[in-house]
T-cell receptor
């Protein structure tokens, strides 16, 4: 595709439910990032992949959050036992090089936990 | 601790006017300062960026001014247009890259026709 694609665009989950958010980066992009954007806030870093390797997961807020990129392309962010405070837009970004090239963001997945 | 503070929270400007958004940072290790533009329902898109070895960078109607001693930088949008209406985020990183961006809280800019 032409850009970073995320699905679903919207997800409503009941508290305690597990969710999986998908990111299709731009083809050939080595780096992939996940960010969390709460309402009215700037995005906050969650985790970083270089190909299939998760090199930084320092921003994941709890052990309920898990991300993977098994073949170095598509990535999935999984949230277990969702809580109301998990409600946010989850943004995925990819970049061509390892770190020093422009990151392109997807449209995000808006997660609402009820 | 908010490492990048952005103001104002919202801004209304008339068409043709100058829009100014300010940011201040705490961490002196930051060495790359990009600005992102975000339209409703879209992800942020890189607008313009500056490194601390220069005090100003201009790209078309968009200019970043950087004051290293004050740890402040600002975005100026000249001849603002209704199509510029969006949320603008300043950000900062360490290592001169787009890795692990630290964003401000954003400024909602409205340009009236």
């Amino acid at each position: 595709g032409a850009g970073v694609s995320q699905s679903p665009r919207y997800k409503v989950a009941k508290r305690g439910q597990d969710v999986a958010l998908r990111c299709d980066p731009i083809s050939g992009h080595v780096s992939l990032f996940w960010y969390q954007q709460a309402l009215g806030q700037g995005p906050e870093f969650l985790t970083y992949f270089q190909n299939e390797a998760q090199l930084d997961k320092s921003g994941l807020p709890s052990d309920r959050f898990f991300a993977e990129r098994p073949e170095g392309s598509v990535s999935t962010l999984k949230i277990q036992r969702t809580q109301q405070e998990d409600s946010a837009v989850y943004l995925c970004a990819s970049s061509l090089g390892e770190m020093n090239t422009e990151a392109f963001f997807g449209q995000g997945t808006r997660l609402t936990v009820v | 601790q908010q490492q990048v503070k952005q103001s104002p929270q919202s801004l209304i400007v008339q068409k043709g006017g100058i829009s100014i958004i300010n940011c201040a940072y705490e961490n002196t290790a930051f060495d790359y300062f990009p600005w992102y533009q975000q339209f409703p329902g879209k992800g942020p898109a890189l607008l313009i960026a500056i490194r601390p070895d220069v005090s100003e960078k201009k790209e078309g109607r968009f200019t970043i001014s950087f004051n290293k001693s004050a740890k402040q930088f600002s975005l100026h949008i000249m001849d603002s247009q209704p199509g510029d209406s969006a949320t603008y985020f300043c950000a900062a990183t360490i290592g001169g890259s787009n890795y692990k961006l630290t964003f401000g809280k954003g400024t909602l800019l409205t340009v009236n026709p």
